[in-house]
């Protein structure tokens, strides 16, 4: 388990988790790394910790460097676990460690999970000479936790950006140009989508601040780093902050005999005559987590469901609570289902879809046992008139 050496004296000293696929309800199929860096100077700095079962695996990366007993600074850009979780461990080797964070959050967030340390609170624009090398704080509040800061290295034109810009992604690759830019960025998008989406005005904020930096790296703490692609990341940032899609649809649905499955399926066939593209999600073999990447790029979102029991499915109720609390906005929806004698489900949808604020741009579709062919031609119908 050894180091990487991202630039002179300074290294990736994280861990890499090749197992997780479940990571606080987020699917992780490719796994996730936590990243933590080791700058050596004068004052020996460690940026960020891991996940505590891998605190043994950052310690020995360490010691192939550095005695760790000798860091003399823990800088903690966010209070959460995965980048938390080895403070005890690190503090009980660390003996001589202050740990720097933010002002007021990161204290009070660090002192609720471990308790007391020689914390160092620090505020936007606080500057740590660590020897030949500065590091500058810039909070980023709610991305995504109040207690969120980035640091920035001017001498090393580094910017260790925690969260932002991360994707969970185990590889024994370090960097972005040494595996495939596709596969990166697509789970940099799912993790937008799932963790940053709600906070889009804040990452313009912060996107204002990363552009006036001069940058060759930018090193997240999932992931692989940017030094080659930043833009790409940069401007992908940009345009997802935006949570205004001008196209494509999205048909999710759940079903029970197959009826709001033939309606979803002439939904997304409609949206294909139009010239659209179209993703068809069934949530018994979708997890929610893997539809809402589609959610931060698509325009049109139908949701349908049988009704059962006076209500939607569970699996529907799931993902239109998940939708919510990730607050896309200008989104045009409706509500379809099948149904025997109630039809519940489908006012509920549009009830829900009304509370996520999004504009409904066609009437409820129900339709009672079976479709039929007229009625699934008036879908389609409704679906070309769309302007
Ligand atoms: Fe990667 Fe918000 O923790």
């Not at 030949?132 to 909070?139: I, Y």
């Not at 925690?162 to 940099?188: C, I, K, M």
């Not at 999205?250 to 399926?265: G, K, N, P, R």
């Amino acid at each position: 388990m050894k180091p990487v050496e991202i630039k002179k004296d300074i290294y990736w000293v994280g861990a890499i988790d090749w197992s997780i696929r479940n990571f606080h309800g987020y699917t992780t199929n490719r796994g996730a790394t936590y990243n933590a860096y080791l700058i050596m100077d004068e004052k020996i700095t460690l940026i960020d910790t891991v996940k505590a079962p891998f605190s043994e695996e950052l310690l020995e990366r360490v010691s192939h460097i550095v005695d760790p007993e000798k860091i003399d600074y823990l800088i903690s850009n966010h209070v959460e676990m995965d980048h938390s979780g080895s403070i005890p461990r690190v503090m009980e080797v660390c003996k001589n460690a202050t740990i720097v964070t933010s002002a007021p959050s990161g204290v009070k967030g660090l002192t609720a999970h471990y308790g007391n340390y020689p914390y160092q609170p620090v505020k936007g624009g606080d500057t740590l000479s660590i020897g030949k090398r500065n590091l500058v704080f810039v909070p980023t509040p709610m991305l995504h936790w109040p207690d969120n800061m980035v640091t920035y290295c001017p001498e090393e034109k580094i910017l260790f950006s925690n969260d932002a810009f991360g994707q969970h992604y185990a590889s024994s690759e370090r960097f972005d140009d040494e595996t495939d830019l596709s596969v990166v960025l697509e789970e940099a998008k799912k993790y937008y989508a799932n963790i940053i989406m709600p906070y889009g005005k804040q990452v313009q904020g912060a996107y204002e601040v990363v552009k006036s930096l001069d940058l060759e790296i930018i090193a997240p703490s999932h992931g692989i780093i940017w030094r080659t692609h930043k833009d790409d990341i940069l401007n992908a940032y940009y345009e997802w902050s935006q949570n205004d899609p001008k196209d494509g649809a999205i048909v999710v649905f759940d079903s029970m005999w197959h009826s709001t499955e033939t309606m979803a399926q002439t939904i997304a066939e409609a949206f294909k005559e139009k010239g659209m593209s179209v993703k068809l999600f069934d949530l018994k073999v979708n997890h929610n987590s893997d539809i809402i990447p589609y959610v931060l790029t698509s325009k049109y979102i139908a949701v349908g469901s049988p009704t059962l029991n006076n209500g939607m499915l569970p699996t529907v109720a799931s993902f239109l609570c998940y939708l919510k609390g990730l607050s896309p906005k200008n989104r045009e929806t409706f509500a379809f289902g099948s149904y025997g004698w109630g039809g519940q489900s489908i006012i509920q949808i549009e009830e829900q879809l009304k509370a996520c604020g999004f504009h409904i741009c066609l009437d409820k579709m129900s339709i009672s046992y079976i479709p039929k062919k007229e009625q699934l031609e008036e879908i389609t119908k409704s679906i070309l008139s769309l302007s």
